[in-house]
C-alpha cells in the first residue's frame, strides 16, 4: 500500500510563498514520477509541474518562473516552492506518485497513478 500526504498549504497574500511538501509511504522501492496538480473551485484539475527521479521537469506555462519542484528519492518527497502567488493560484493542490515500484512478498510491482487527499492553498488579501 501506497500512501502520499501533502503539507504546507494555507492562507497567503499576493505576491507571497508557500511551499507545499509530498511524503511518500509504503514498501516502496522507487518511484519514476512525482508532481503536483491542481483543482480550482468548478473546474477540472490540472497538472502544475512534475519531477523524474532523474531530475528532469515539467511545468504548466501558468507557473513557470514562479514556482520551483524538487525531490528528495531517498525520502521519497517531492516539494513545490511557491512564489509570487496570485489570486488565480487558489486550489485545492494534490500530490501524485506514477510508476511507484512497491516491494511485495510475491514479487515487485509497478503501481501507478497514486494521488494525496489534497492540501488547500487560498491566495488572498
Known amino acids: 500500500q501506497v500512501q502520499l500526504v501533502e503539507s504546507g498549504g494555507g492562507l497567503v497574500q499576493p505576491g507571497g510563498s508557500l511551499r507545499l511538501s509530498c511524503a511518500a509511504s509504503g514498501s516502496i522501492f522507487s518511484i519514476y514520477a512525482m508532481g503536483w496538480y491542481r483543482q480550482a473551485p468548478g473546474k477540472q484539475r490540472v497538472l502544475v509541474s512534475t519531477i523524474t527521479s532523474a531530475g528532469s521537469t515539467n511545468y504548466a506555462d501558468s507557473v513557470k518562473g514562479r514556482f520551483t519542484i524538487s525531490r528528495d528519492n531517498a525520502k521519497n518527497t517531492v516539494y513545490l516552492q511557491m512564489n509570487s502567488l496570485k489570486p488565480e493560484d487558489t486550489a485545492v493542490y494534490y500530490c501524485?506518485?506514477?510508476?511507484?515500484?512497491?516491494?511485495?512478498?510475491?514479487?515487485?510491482?509497478?503501481?501507478?497513478?497514486?494521488w494525496g487527499k489534497g492540501t488547500l492553498v487560498t491566495v488572498s488579501s
Open positions: 501524485n506518485a506514477d510508476g511507484v515500484r512497491v516491494v511485495a512478498d510475491l514479487g515487485d510491482y509497478y503501481g501507478m497513478d497514486y
